[in-house]
């Protein structure tokens, strides 16, 4: 059964640097095929894509926000942990983890449960 | 960027067939899916490839995509299916792009 859970600060301040990590289970990071994407959603507004990142360390982040995100796995411990520099209050969202599907195009065929971030001094 | 355009709203009454429609530039040469989004909670994929459905997804959610346009139909619309709903594409380089969402109201 695979399942993702996201942590990571709940409250962060403008210009701060955001990490957050999704834990997974069912499935390993470091299996062939396997992919670990990151979706955020505004409070009462559209999702969002942000990154995603393969098995074999290969990485692709959306163009808008390339120049501040950083998307890393950790093989020992199953997670993929996301960076987002340069914080603003309009980034406040709930930040979702999800599996890629293995094959194919990309789609996200489990999600975790997102955790809200709110950006604020 | 791709741009992929949905309605803000579609409302239907219990029993009826409900359609959200997804466009975008030739989107039907494209695999595109869908998912639900009921408040609260986290998306859950109900079609994808275009037609497709994933295991415990009800017969009632149906897709098509050709042209320009994709729809998502849903049959015999329940209380249950208010939701939002987004459609999503991604490209050869796997980036994602996701349609502005859907609410599917239930008269």
């Known amino acids: 059964q695979i399942t993702l859970k996201e942590s990571g600060p709940t409250l962060v301040k403008p210009t701060q640097t955001l990490t957050l990590t999704c834990t997974v289970s069912?499935?390993?990071?470091?299996?062939?095929?396997?992919?670990v994407g990151w979706i955020r959603q505004p409070p009462g507004k559209a999702l969002e894509w942000l990154a995603l990142?393969?098995?074999?360390?290969?990485?692709h982040y959306s163009p808008s926000l390339r120049s501040r995100l950083t998307i890393n796995k950790d093989t020992s411990e199953n997670q993929v942990v996301l960076r987002m520099t340069n914080m603003d209050p309009v980034d406040t969202a709930t930040y979702y983890c999800?599996?890629?599907?293995?094959?194919?195009?990309?789609?996200?065929?489990?999600w975790g449960q997102g955790m809200l971030v709110i950006v604020s001094s | 960027s791709y741009v992929l355009t949905q309605p803000p709203s579609v409302s239907v009454a219990p029993g009826q067939t409900a359609r959200i429609t997804c466009g975008g530039d030739?989107?039907?040469?494209?695999?595109l899916h869908w998912y639900q989004q009921r408040p609260g909670q986290a998306p859950i994929l109900v079609v994808f490839?275009?037609?497709h459905r994933p295991s415990g997804i009800p017969e009632r959610f149906s897709g098509s995509n050709s042209g320009n346009t994709a729809t998502l139909t849903i049959s015999r619309v329940e209380a249950g299916d208010e939701a939002d709903y987004y459609c999503q594409v991604s490209d050869d380089s796997s980036e994602v792009v996701f349609g502005g969402g859907t609410k599917l109201t239930v008269l």
């Open positions: 030739n989107v039907g040469g494209k695999s």
């Open positions: 999800a599996h890629r599907r293995g094959y194919g195009g990309t789609l996200y065929d489990y």
């Open positions: 990142i393969y098995w074999d360390d290969e990485k």
């Open positions: 490839d275009d037609f």
């Open positions: 069912g499935f390993s990071v470091s299996a062939s095929g396997m992919g």
